[in-house]
């Protein structure tokens, strides 16, 4: 099970810090990602970090701004977001694996 949470609306130039928490399967494993849509756009991978942390990446809209991280002792997958514009305004998932999560929405205006 992944439940996002953190979600919310921001002014454009602010911050959020999302959260995934997993349970239920053996997650510690898997490369955890965050993807986001926004309304009539595709589905977009944004950030992904390995099983133990030491490898990221993230899509160009997102680089420099975004930083995704994981607790392995919390059970919990984290994305900081900074700098927020409004083209972030999307509904953001965690997956791993054929898992996902049921999404948070940001948005991100004035």
């Known amino acids: 099970q992944l439940v996002e949470s953190g979600g919310g609306l921001v002014q454009p130039g602010g911050s959020l810090r999302l959260s995934c928490a997993l349970s239920?399967?053996?997650?510690?494993?898997?490369?955890i990602a965050w993807f986001r849509q926004a309304p009539g756009k595709a589905h977009e991978g944004i950030a992904c970090?390995?099983?133990?942390?030491?490898?990221?990446e993230y899509a160009d809209s997102v680089k420099g701004r975004f930083t995704i991280s994981r607790d392995n002792a919390k059970n919990t997958v984290y994305l900081q977001m900074n700098s927020l514009k409004p083209e972030d305004t999307a509904v953001y998932y965690c997956?791993?694996?054929?898992?996902w999560g049921q999404g948070t929405q940001v948005t991100v205006s004035s």
């Open positions: 970090i390995n099983n133990n942390g030491g490898s990221t």
């Open positions: 239920g399967f053996t997650w510690e494993h898997y490369i």
């Open positions: 997956n791993a694996g054929v898992w």
